[in-house]
């Protein structure tokens, strides 16, 4: 199926609408099947769907067609991390919002919620520059490097999925992110100390 699909995710990565309501169609069954699994983490199951279908998007747009990769399973493997994902950070926000609203003392009135999960400005100004450097840097490493510190942190994939991606070996892969990890640490690491430095 894989080599069917690859002209139209070609055409979706060049921005065909038509090439990505194609696939979704395709995916149907995977992303209903998906939706209804994850379906109590959302309010409806619309909610639920659209997850799934910003999960495959994102999969066409990072998806390698000089690799061998199977694009069936490269989806169901973005769908599974993407619910997984969203399903950790629901757990811990609707947590926060429960002891908040029912405290030690079950009061019945709502406290200030919006303010206390609110980010202080400092610490997003931090943030905000710390992105901005870490972008920065990133943009430096090579292609490869780039693409296999996405696949192991942002799409979860292991060491051996990585390998076996690119025809390489576990431990090659590990070297190649080892040494993209120590340049982005060098760098950030430089660039802390230029901004303290009078």
């Not at 002209?7 to 979706?12: G, K």
């Not at 989806?75 to 991390?81: A, D, G, P, V």
């Not at 019945?108 to 919620?113: F, K, N, R, S």
């Not at 202080?120 to 710390?130: N, T």
């Amino acid at each position: 199926m894989t080599e069917a699909l690859r002209p139209w995710i070609r055409e979706a990565q060049n921005g065909s609408t038509e090439a990505v309501e194609f696939i979704l169609e395709q995916f149907h069954p995977l992303i209903c099947k998906h939706s209804r699994k994850n379906r109590h983490h959302y309010d409806s199951m619309d909610e639920a769907r659209s997850t799934a279908h910003l999960a495959i998007i994102d999969c066409i747009h990072a998806f390698d067609l000089n690799s061998d990769e199977d694009a069936p399973r490269a989806f169901n493997r973005t769908i599974q991390s993407r619910f997984r994902r969203e399903s950790r950070q629901n757990q811990v926000y609707w947590a926060r919002v429960e002891k908040n609203i029912v405290g030690e003392d079950e009061a019945t009135d709502l406290p200030p919620i919006i303010d206390e999960l609110a980010p202080d400005p400092h610490h997003y100004m931090d943030f905000v520059g710390l992105r901005d450097a870490l972008e920065l840097h990133l943009s430096r490493l090579s292609e490869r490097e780039r693409r296999f510190l996405h696949l192991r942190y942002a799409a979860d994939m292991t060491l051996a999925a990585i390998a076996a991606l690119h025809g390489l070996s576990a431990s090659q892969v590990c070297k190649v992110i080892k040494a993209a990890e120590h340049k982005l640490k060098s760098a950030m690491t430089a660039q802390e100390y230029k901004d303290i430095s009078p």
